[in-house]
């Protein structure tokens, strides 16, 4: 885990608004009106993640891991800050390292249902980057790369010519993975892959990303609203909130000592078959709407400690251990 | 005869295709206690949801509730006719859905269902309706119900519609919920707060829950029994603790062991291989067969018989996991 990272980025931020309309924009030039809002889905993020590590960002939907995970593999660009790869602003890459960086880091996506083309058989679907990028050069080459991924991701390569929706939701995870594996990748950007499966079929699709790591040395970006499944599979956790990173630590430490309130309250709503007839203790309140994030600490409205200053001043990342780090005024006073 | 607010035999739901006829609910039996929070788990397909909506006439053609009792308070549920069963509907079995935006009528306030909801069954003025309801409201935790009351669904958060989803539930004191994965949709501290309201309330009015889910955390957490469904079978039945710390049947130990927070960190998880079969497809014998690790010549030919343990804990395995001595 000391090794060289794979992947930063650096006050990485992202907005997002509805580009205003003709009216909208006049109003503003001569009256100084209001423009559409702004949502800032992600905020001066800054994370670096290493060679063959897994790393775990969790949040609530809508707190930005999703956009966050889609600045890292190239597919939006960022408002503000940047993307590093093997130690290069990836905008600054040339056109042929570009080519490789957007090979190298492969999504996988949540649904298996709306990720793959309904009216493509599914080995034209993996056969196709092969060809686009030229990895493969010849036919049978192509046949043989589609045949080995399948097999490696435990589908029978026979399935090549079905259509997705003769697959069950879990075959058609397997697929998506194929798909990311096929041009070689180093890095996979994981977006609540396991979310929409069924139980029996979550514990198989871990079991694959396990194999996977061991086998090719991956490095994941392993985003999940769910503790449990991270728990299991990340090396480090980041916990996110509106935006925001609130937590970084190794996983057996978040889970040993959670030290941002948010993080104890997460921790906290796991269900568990160990515990029965439970009282319990909710978080109070809802995610803020992002178009009106809370001044302060966005987490203080629904905050048990929240304090006066949490209200007006907004803390910063602090390093709290020799791998950890966590945005809170109240660290070692609660 | 016994406690039993809800009784339900040999309930089978067929669902009526070109190709054939497929049981969805393969003739289940199952109880309800007064005042109990059953949970009803399964994967999708198991039949769980086809099994609630089965007990208040939910079922729509091509399905077709077509043998079985389902006896609620000395009357036939199954028996009776749609006109009969709107009266039952709503007043004393309500339902919860796991959409509650597509539950929820969007041109109406909320208001406005709410009340529905009341003076269909009962004749009272709109007053008292409407305090009835601005009450039920603020049961589930809304602030300022007067003011939401006038409100439109979608200016609601998902957590928000499924607590209206539960008050208007509650607005008839119904002896009986029925929550259809009411919080799967929802965000984890989301979920906790629902969790917790529906705990409060089911405290405070005594009404018989029959929850249904996906996740037995939620389940162990929650819930006095648990049945576990697979391929329109109840495979498992009985007390949390009975299935939970000494489940009978192959399918709920490989449930139960695949859950990532009873493995070991960083290590293969326990999985039981290969996925649920679809409805038209469920093979003779026993449905786990293909996936079982426990499998017996016999599960090839036959339905198994179902056994009985102590507390009311039943399983239906041909080659059940023998009962451990120590605990």
């Known amino acids: ?334 | 005869m016994n406690d039993h607010l809800l009784t339900v035999s040999d309930l089978l739901t067929v669902f009526h295709f070109s190709e054939g006829a497929y049981a969805a609910v393969n003739r289940i039996s199952f109880h309800l206690k007064k005042g109990e929070v059953l949970g009803l788990v399964g994967e999708s397909g198991s039949g769980k949801s086809v099994t609630g909506q089965s007990l208040i006439g939910l079922i729509d053609p091509p399905g077709e509730v077509v043998s079985g009792k389902i006896l609620f308070k000395g009357r036939n549920l199954a028996a009776m006719s749609d006109e009969e069963l709107r009266l039952v509907r709503g007043k004393e079995i309500a339902m919860i859905f796991q959409d509650s935006l597509s539950a929820l009528n969007p041109v109406l306030k909320i208001g406005e269902q709410m009340i529905e909801a009341i003076t269909e069954h009962d004749a009272i003025a709109l007053e008292v309706a409407r305090d009835r309801t601005i009450k039920a409201l603020k049961q589930v935790g809304i602030t300022a119900p007067e003011a939401r009351i006038d409100q439109y669904p979608h200016e609601f958060s998902g957590g928000m519609r499924q607590r209206v989803a539960i008050a208007t539930a509650l607005l008839n004191n119904p002896d009986i919920i029925i929550a259809d994965e009411p919080t799967t949709a929802l965000d984890v501290t989301i979920q906790g707060q629902i969790l917790s309201e529906v705990q409060n309330l089911q405290k405070n009015t005594g009404t018989a829950i029959i929850w249904i889910t996906h996740d037995l955390g939620v389940v162990s957490e929650l819930a006095d029994r648990v049945a576990i469904m697979y391929a329109g079978l109840i495979i498992e039945v009985g007390t949390i603790d009975d299935v939970l710390d000494q489940p009978r049947h192959p399918y709920t130990r490989g449930l139960l062991d695949s859950i990532p927070a009873e493995n070991e960190p960083g290590v293969r998880l326990h999985q039981i291989d290969g996925s649920a079969p679809r409805l038209s497809a469920f093979p003779v014998g026993c449905p786990f067969r293909p996936r079982c690790s426990r499998k017996v010549i016999a599960c090839k030919d036959s339905l198994p018989p179902i056994s009985k343990g102590d507390r009311g804990h039943t399983w239906t395995c041909h080659n059940p996991i023998p009962e451990e001595t120590q605990s």
């Open chain 1, 1 to 334: 885990m000391i090794d060289a990272p794979i992947i930063s980025v650096e006050d990485l931020s992202r907005k997002f608004q509805r580009p205003p309309v003709l009216a909208e924009r006049l109003l503003h030039m001569v009256f100084n009106s209001k423009l559409p809002p702004v949502v800032n889905a992600v905020i001066d993020m800054d994370l670096t993640i290493a060679h063959n590590e897994v790393m775990g960002l969790v949040g609530e939907s809508g707190c930005g891991k999703s956009t966050l995970g889609r600045m890292i593999s190239g597919i939006l660009p960022p408002t503000k800050g940047q993307v590093v790869y093997e130690g290069t602003d990836v905008s600054d890459l040339s056109s042929a390292d570009k080519l490789a960086y957007t090979l190298a880091v492969q999504m996988v996506f949540q649904d298996p249902y709306a990720s793959l083309n309904p009216r493509q058989k599914i080995g034209d679907m993996i056969a196709e980057p092969l060809q686009v990028h030229g990895i493969t050069t010849s036919r049978a080459e192509t046949i043989a790369r589609v045949d080995q991924v399948l097999d490696e991701v435990g589908l029978d390569p026979d399935y090549k010519s079905r259509f997705p929706h003769q697959f069950s939701g879990g075959q058609r995870q397997r697929i998506g993975i194929a798909r990311a594996l096929a041009v070689n990748p180093k890095f996979l950007v994981c977006d609540e892959p396991i979310a929409a499966l069924d139980v029996s079929i979550q514990a198989q699709v871990i079991n694959l990303f396990m194999d996977l790591r061991d086998n090719h040395g991956f490095t994941y970006l392993f985003i999940s609203h769910d503790l449990s499944v991270v728990r299991h599979i990340a090396d480090r956790i980041a916990i996110m909130y509106l935006g925001r990173l609130v937590e970084l630590a190794p996983t057996h430490e978040l889970f040993a000592e959670p030290a941002h309130p948010y993080t104890q309250a997460l921790l906290g709503e796991i269900p568990s078959i160990k515990r029965r007839r439970r009282k319990f203790q909710a978080v109070k309140g809802e995610l803020p709407s992002p178009l009106d994030p809370p001044p302060g600490c966005t987490f203080h409205p629904r905050c048990s400690h929240a304090r006066s200053r949490c209200k007006e001043e907004a803390p910063v990342l602090r390093t709290i251990g020799p791998e950890r780090q966590c945005a809170c005024h109240l660290i070692n006073k609660i």
